[in-house]
């Protein structure tokens, strides 16, 4: 990466994962949960071990959480893509759900597949809905998380749009939460809010993004 496009990525990932780490150990609903540690790898790396084979070593294509070492390992390049595409936010919304699957791991959580995947989302939602003021995270970094959610979605993780609402979820702007069952009934298609149909046209654009009401709703949220 060029030099610049390496500062930019460190210094977003330094600000998040200091303040990810730091509310992490805070938090006194963890006890003794350790934070995760967070190793930023080259793409194409191989593991060997723990979340990949004792031989056969395992090519990481992107950035990831492995439960066998509770480490978070992020690939500067493909974060780089996130930058360019969608900003600086981009890059704070992937460190936080690869946090949420951490805290998943901690909590023990049974969700399996895209549920899983959208829980992780929602959790991020909830890590900066916490931090935005000290990240500083304005409603155009949160439509851009949302940007970002929407354009990896996918038959494993969840659609776009569901990916975009579970963020929304975790932050309070949508009526769901992060609870197992309404991760469930959204990976399911069995949502109905009007918030959803507006994120299934949700795009890079502004238009893409016109109409979406980012303030706290007043539901109530865990």
């Not at 439960?67 to 936010?89: C, D, K, M, R």
């Not at 197992?180 to 893409?208: F, H, Y």
Request: hydrophobic share 35%; with cysteine; glycine share 12%.
């Amino acid at each position: 990466l060029p030099l610049t496009a390496n500062a930019n990525i460190e210094k977003t990932i330094d600000s998040s994962a200091k303040y990810l780490i730091a509310n992490w150990i805070n938090d006194e609903t963890l006890g003794e949960y350790r934070p995760p540690q967070i190793l930023p790898v080259a793409s194409g790396s191989r593991i060997y071990g723990a979340c990949g084979e004792p031989i056969v070593g395992h090519d990481l294509g992107g950035s990831a959480y492995c439960s066998g070492t509770h480490t978070i390992y992020l690939v500067p390049e493909e974060l780089q893509a996130f930058y360019e595409a969608f900003g600086a936010n981009s890059v704070t919304y992937v460190v936080a759900h690869e946090f949420g699957h951490a805290l998943q791991t901690a909590f023990a959580s049974e969700l399996e597949g895209p549920s899983r995947e959208l829980q992780a989302d929602c959790l991020a939602g909830v890590f900066i809905q916490t931090g935005k003021a000290e990240l500083g995270i304005t409603r155009d970094g949160i439509l851009s998380m949302a940007q970002a959610a929407y354009a990896i979605g996918g038959k494993t993780h969840g659609t776009g749009a569901q990916r975009s609402y579970a963020l929304f979820s975790g932050m309070g702007v949508s009526k769901s939460s992060c609870k197992n069952a309404e991760m469930i009934a959204l990976s399911k298609g069995q949502v109905n809010d009007p918030l959803l149909t507006k994120l299934k046209g949700l795009s890079k654009t502004r238009s893409g993004a016109k109409g979406i009401n980012t303030s706290i709703t007043p539901y109530p949220k865990t």
